[in-house]
């Protein structure tokens, strides 16, 4: 499957944003995941939600801020992003992980997932 992420851009701190990865196979197949990258950083979880969107995962630094959801029918995954701060800044990735086992236990990490997107800046000014 390949994976096209967009919804980036420049907002103010305090603001929102909303990302979208589309799928070009079907997604149903795969959990999937939001990843992002800081300058210098490693690639930290952000968000992941089972094939059937009957359970979520939030990285304490977003929890209740930023809510992923996803759209089989339009092999579609959101990441919505309220109440943004500067530390929010990176490129944020979507990935896809072929359900080989129980998601719980390994949806935090990247190496798990087998195709991701090209990612999609998000800049949050102070």
């Known amino acids: 499957v390949q994976l096209q992420a967009c919804g980036g851009g420049l907002v103010q701190a305090g603001g929102s944003l909303s990302l979208s990865c589309a799928a070009s196979?079907?997604?149903?197949?795969?959990?999937m995941g939001w990843f992002r990258q800081g300058p210098g950083m490693q690639r930290e979880f952000v968000a992941a939600?089972?094939?059937?969107?009957?359970?979520?995962y939030y990285s304490p630094s977003v929890k209740g801020r930023f809510t992923i959801s996803r759209d089989n029918a339009k092999n579609t995954v959101y990441l919505q992003m309220n109440s943004l701060k500067p530390e929010d800044t990176a490129v944020y990735y979507c990935?896809?992980?072929?359900?080989?086992?129980?998601?719980?236990?390994?949806?935090?990490?990247?190496?798990?997932?087998?195709?991701w997107g090209q990612g999609t800046q998000v800049t949050v000014s102070s």
């Open positions: 196979g079907t997604s149903s197949s795969y959990h």
């Open positions: 990935a896809a992980e072929a359900r080989r086992s129980d998601y719980s236990g390994y949806y935090y990490d990247p190496v798990a997932y087998d195709h």
């Open positions: 939600i089972t094939w059937s969107g009957g359970r979520t």
